[in-house]
């Protein structure tokens, strides 16, 4: 067995919410220890993956925030590297393509009028007449939007994503994803852009989905998360690799926790420490407890979205501009397509390949999972032709990078129980803190997950709960329109939680 390590804080996963808590924790003079399932890329879903030369961008990560704290500490870890990005996206639907956010006078064109008309009083009737118990996505889709609009731009891409009937998603992921986004806000803007008049001064009060321009790391979003990994090394801290949690259980004597885990090879690895920060999903962690919880059947009912990149090298000096496009089509599978030389160049050596990622969102096991690399290969060539975006012959090589549990699932019953694990963690285990998007079970930003870790590094400084940080998604109103880091601190109104009580 290797020797036990007692440190300050153990860590649980090294995604941007793990890394960050180890970085600021070791700026702190906290001794810490990291351990990642993943032998080889740390920032989970935020990852670059590498495969001959080629690099992709697992979803798509605009590093953008509103938190002049989380800018700073991007421009930290990564002074020199950031790119300047220009954003482009459109929708596929029925053969056409719309640029997302909408053209006005693009989308009459491609609607037609008589579709148009119909979506303006589709529109007129669910605001005049709103459907009165608004318990799912659709309910909150058709009220802010009408029937038309709902089906023609949400429905089936939402559907192909989650994998399940809009009328059985909560009303809670229409509410966090789409908030301040209304048709009126579009349509002016999309006036704005269809006759060039967008060149005005930024009020940053724009919605979400109008940010223009982003900056990214030129080698991909990973750039960041090994950067922070190097840095949390050269604090004297470790970050073990390919070392999966086994157990996690406190000493009645001593209160500390002993972290049981195993390496790469199967050995076992023991952490004894006197905090646990855990960005694992919710679910697997109340199974690693010791003694299990009682909240472990509400813990066990949470559910995921997997999710799968089929990257596609096309003999091509490029294909479209777009960063990505949405593919709203039930004709074909595939959710979205990324161009990786529009992030960034850097991402494609070869300036006759194209590189293009087809997302596919599947759940583990099913048959899209299951299927082998070259099925997959063939499956994104067959349906890139289908959608007139290349020639099956162009393409020259292929490869596919699966993630797991990529989404946390906000069914009806998500809300009721995730509360009861965390009011039993929170009451039991007040060294025990989740972070992040699956370690709290809530489809947070990158920024958000950081955010949540640096809220929990406050609090073990301060050693009580000083910041409630399940509000960073409630309290605080975000939009990445405007300037970046144009808030004079992190802890501005609406911005992030307001304190519980004074420190």
Known sequence: MKQDRAVDVAIVGAGPAGLTAAYLLGKAGYSV???????HYVGGISRTVEHEGFRFDIGGHRFFSKSKEVVNLWNELLPDDFIERPRMSRIYYEGKFYSYPLRAFEALGNLGVLRSSLCMLSYLKGKALPRKTVRSFEDWVVNQFGWKLYSIFFKTYTEKVWGMPCDEMSADWAAQRIKGL?????????????LR?????????????????FRYPRLGPGMMWEAARDRVVEQGNQVLMGCALKQ??????????RVQASDADGAPVTI???????SAPMRELATRLHPLPEALPEASALRYRDFLTVALMVRSPDLFPDNWIYIHDSKVKVGRVQNFRSWSPEMVPDPEIACVGLEYFCFEGDGVW????????????????????LKAEQVVGGAVVRQEKAYPVYDDGYRDNVEALRRELEERYPTLHCVGRNGM??????????MTAMLTVRNIQAGERVYDIWAVNEDAEYHESGNEGERAAL????????????A
């Not at 209304?182 to 269809?194: C, E, F, H, N, Q």
């Not at 501005?492 to 009580?501: A, D, F, Q």
């Open 182 to 194: 209304s048709l009126g806000k579009a349509v002016l803007d999309g006036l704005r852009r269809s």
């Open 370 to 389: 299951a299927s082998s690399d070259d099925d997959l290969v063939a499956l994104a060539t067959r349906e890139m032709e289908t959608l007139g975006l």
């Open 197 to 213: 008049l967008n060149n005005r001064p930024n009020d940053g009060m724009e919605t979400k989905t109008l940010l223009e321009n």
């Open 441 to 450: 079970h809530r489809y947070n930003n990158q920024d958000h997950a950081m």
């Open 272 to 278: 004894n420490a006197s905090h646990v920060i855990c």
């Open 491 to 502: 802890l501005s109104v609406r911005e992030v939680p307001e304190r519980l009580r004074a």
């Open 33 to 39: 220890t990291v351990i990642e399932r993943d032998p």
């Open 248 to 257: 996690l259980a406190t000493d009645p004597r001593t209160g500390r926790w």
